[in-house]
Every structure is written in C-alpha cells, then in structure tokens.
C-alpha cells in the first residue's frame, strides 16, 4: 500500500519531506558514521542521502519501507566519499614522491645539513645505466610496487626486488666513498 506521507512529497508538500527527514535523521546520520571516520562528513553524507533521495523519490517503490532505500543511498554515497578520499590519498603519495625528486634534482644549499649526502646520491645516481634508473623511478619516484615495477619494466618480481636490495647497497657505498672523498666529485 503507497505510503501517504511520500505521496504528499510527490505532489509538492515540502513539509511532508521535513517529516521524512525529522523521522530518518538520527538513524541516517548513525549509520554514516559507521560507514565513515569523521562525524562531521557523517552527519554531511546524511544531508546529501536526503536531497538524493527527494530528486529521486519518484522512482522508489512505495511498497517497501523508506529506511533501508535511504541506507542504500547512503551506502552508495559513502563508497564514493571513501573512493574519492582513496584516490585523494594516493596523489597527495604521488606529489610528495614527485616533491622528493623535485629536492633531489634542484640541489641543496649549504645550509642544508644534508646538502652534501643529497648531492652525493644525485651524482651516484647520473652514474647508474638508465634501466636501472628506470627501476628506482619506478619504485620510489612513481611510489609503484614491486609487482606493478617488475610489469611495467617487464622483469620479474625476484629479479626487481634483488636489483633493488643491490642497488641501496651500491648507492650506500658511492655516497660513502663520496663523501670520504671530501665531496661530490
């Protein structure tokens, strides 16, 4: 039997959707917080669950109960906050990765206390033979995994990962050996 409160709203009795909302509120904004880390973005998500579910209210079936449509809504609604955050997330990695090899390729001043090692490094790292500098791009300017590495330079896992172990051992030693030298020559 069609709910007579939801067919006032599709005729336009907006106070019949404050009835909706006053009724659905306190569970909706429980059940965002559940499915989200921060109360504030909860009690937002519930807010935006409501304005879509009256732009779409002419599609529910009135033959079901309103409180698990609205949790529906929610749900779809916090998977894609948390997707988008996920996705936030990674390319905030991926600019501090980006921001890394920025520092590295600019230099230092000196009066940077690590100017000297960075320096180092930079120039062990112009000695190294380009696939190898492919790897470590990969690994740590791309912030790739190894799998996703080894794909994308089309080695192997193994082979990838104990070039990686040998090539910290060899830029450890370059950068020792150029800084024993008194510098970056």
């Known amino acids: 039997m069609p709910d007579p409160l939801i067919q006032r709203i599709l005729d336009g009795d907006r106070e019949a959707y404050a009835e909706v909302v006053a009724a659905h509120q306190d569970m909706l904004v429980g059940y965002a917080g559940f499915l989200l880390p921060d109360r ?11 304005i879509r579910a009256f732009e779409q209210l002419a599609d529910f079936d009135q033959e079901r109960e309103l409180g698990p449509w609205l949790r529906a809504i929610c749900r779809s609604l916090a998977q894609g906050e948390l ?5 936030e997330l990674h390319n905030l990695g991926k600019a501090h990765a980006e921001l890394r090899l920025q520092v590295l390729a600019a230099g ?19 000695g190294l033979d380009q696939p190898l500098r492919a790897l470590l791009a990969a690994r740590y300017g791309d912030g790739c995994a190894v799998a996703e590495a080894a794909a ?8 990838v990962t104990t070039t990686l172990a040998r090539l910290r051992e060899r830029l450890r030693g370059c950068i020792e050996s150029r800084l024993r030298l008194g510098g970056t020559a």
Do not use: N, Y
């Not at 230092?108 to 112009?126: I, K, M, P, Q, Y």
């Not at 089309?154 to 082979?159: A, D, N, P, Q």
């Open 152 to 159: 994308r330079l089309g080695r192997s896992v193994t082979w």
């Open 83 to 87: 997707t988008r955050r996920r996705r």
């Open 40 to 50: 504030d973005l909860a009690e937002e998500l519930a807010h935006r669950t409501f």
């Open 108 to 126: 230092s001043s000196e009066d940077d206390a690590d100017g000297d090692r960075l320096a180092a490094l930079r120039r062990c790292l112009e």
